[in-house]
């Protein structure tokens, strides 16, 4: 079956520019999460969602970052005026059922920033 | 915030060599989980472990869980040039929320 696909791969914007990234998660999967993995590092939890509401958006880093999951399948992540720091990749990750320990989660291949 | 540390962060080894790779952490967890990262990828689980001083194995790896829950190990024998990749450990809360370590970049030479 299809795993996680996310679009664009790749996105080069100018600075103040805003940019919308998708995420399309395993067919049926519960829970959606977005994270944000900058060069040399692992992964930072950016928000979480459960169907179609947002139960966790404490790793947003600034409000101009916006996530929403309207009908609990498609998530997109959207940010607001760019600026360079938020150059990274946009990692997208969904599970089968409702949040708990240990549960698989399973990545898409994430969409690279950059911001000029 | 809970900080997983691991180390080291980049080790480059000939094929046939084996190696461990550590994540520790000063608090609890209720579960870890090793991933590994290839470029231009998302990471892909390995192994999830729940008990402390629990020991999975798989194939040529080797996984343990500490005996309070804060610190793991993978161990590879014989590696080989497609082991080569980004290692990272996650830890879990009740909550289900992970933590990643800024992981191990393993090369492995042929």
């Known amino acids: 079956g299809a795993g996680v696909s996310q679009s664009p791969r790749y996105k080069v914007a100018k600075r103040g520019q805003d940019v919308a990234l998708r995420c399309d998660p395993i067919s049926g999967h519960v829970s959606l999460f977005w994270y944000q993995q900058a060069l040399g590092q692992g992964p930072e939890f950016l928000t979480y969602?459960?169907?179609?509401?947002?139960?966790?958006k404490s790793g947003l880093p600034s409000d101009r970052f916006f996530a929403e999951r309207p009908e609990g399948s498609v998530s997109t992540l959207k940010i607001q005026r760019t600026q360079q720091e938020d150059s990274a990749v946009y990692l997208c990750?969904?599970?089968?059922?409702?949040?708990?320990?240990?549960?698989?989660?399973?990545f898409g291949p994430g969409t690279r920033l950059l911001v000029l | 915030t809970q900080l997983l540390e691991q180390s080291p962060q980049f080790l480059s080894i000939q094929e046939g060599e084996n190696l461990t790779v550590y994540c520790n952490s000063s608090s609890v967890f209720s579960s870890l989980q090793w991933y590994r990262q290839e470029p231009g990828e998302g990471p892909v689980l390995l192994v999830t472990?729940?008990?402390?001083?629990e020991v999975k194995k798989l194939k040529r790896l080797t996984f343990q869980f500490g005996d309070a829950r804060k610190d793991s190990s993978l161990h590879i024998t014989a590696a080989q040039p497609g082991d080569t990749g980004l290692y990272l450990c996650?830890?879990?809360?009740?909550?289900?929320?992970?933590?990643f370590g800024d992981g191990t970049t393993l090369t492995v030479k042929p």
């Open positions: 472990v729940v008990t402390g001083g």
């Open positions: 990750a969904s599970i089968r059922r409702g949040i708990r320990a240990g549960e698989t989660q399973y």
């Open positions: 996650a830890g879990n809360t009740n909550a289900g929320k992970s933590t």
């Open positions: 969602f459960q169907n179609e509401a947002q139960l966790d």
